[in-house]
């Protein structure tokens, strides 16, 4: 398989993960910067216009990985797949933003929730989204109505 | 960084690049197979009650990166970082699938764009929508505003 290489580190509010919001409910309204290196700057023309943008990444403090495991939002165990657990069998993180402006090769945007450092893989754009009323979420609906 | 493993392989319609389909108004409504390797099986745990995922994988059969390039939906370049292009400093593909019905370590889902045998890195649960009023998609709303 590829060796993965960062394309730029985030510049976050976030030093630690305690302090990143988790579980239900959880708001992610943190704005940071995407600091793309130099070297791939020309890879972001025409970014500007796009709202919204996947953010690849890698969990690059994240050690080993659980199969099955207890999320922050509930008391009950489920697959790694099955959730946004950092302990993953690629460490790979998925974070969707809001582009608020480029400078250069720099993208603020709002709705980090990575670590600050954190290596930067890909940035891909959001064209369009599965309607909500199509969604079924599963054990996270079922969670949030055991708490209510 | 980590080094990347597959979690399983795509099993799909399509054998080679030029089946899929691609550009401006592209339906992606193929049906494959998630095959997820045996020992990570445990990881699907509860996937079941989730509508749709997002599926993390290799471009296993693109070869370098341009980080400026013509996709096929416009006449006009555009960076990597704001295009779906398989020629990616990291070569890793996202695509948001149905799932259709598990079976053991096999996920039917609909909507695969991959080439058959594609490595899969990753699976996530797709659990909540950008509201397409917030949406704005940029150069490929002006590429298919030119089209009309």
């Not at 969990?59 to 939002?73: A, I, K, N, Q």
Request: glycine content about 10%; proline content about 9%.
């Amino acid at each position: 398989m590829f060796s993965p290489r960062p394309i730029g580190f985030v510049s976050s509010p976030y030093r630690e993960t305690s302090a990143i919001p988790k579980g239900l409910g959880a708001q992610h309204e943190a704005v940071g910067v995407l600091k793309i290196l130099p070297e791939y700057e020309a890879g972001l023309t025409d970014i500007e216009g796009l709202s919204h943008l996947f953010v690849i990444w890698e969990f690059d403090r994240s050690l080993g990985f659980e199969l099955v495991g207890t999320p922050p939002c509930d008391q009950r165990a489920h697959g790694v797949f099955a959730t946004r657990s950092p302990r993953r069998p690629n460490p790979i993180g998925l974070t969707i933003v809001e582009l608020l402006r480029r400078e250069g090769a720099d993208l603020h945007v709002k709705g980090v929730d990575m670590l600050d450092g954190t290596p930067i893989l890909d940035i891909k754009p959001y064209l369009s989204s599965v309607p909500a009323e199509k969604l079924r979420r599963g054990w996270l609906a079922e969670a949030e109505a055991r708490q209510k």
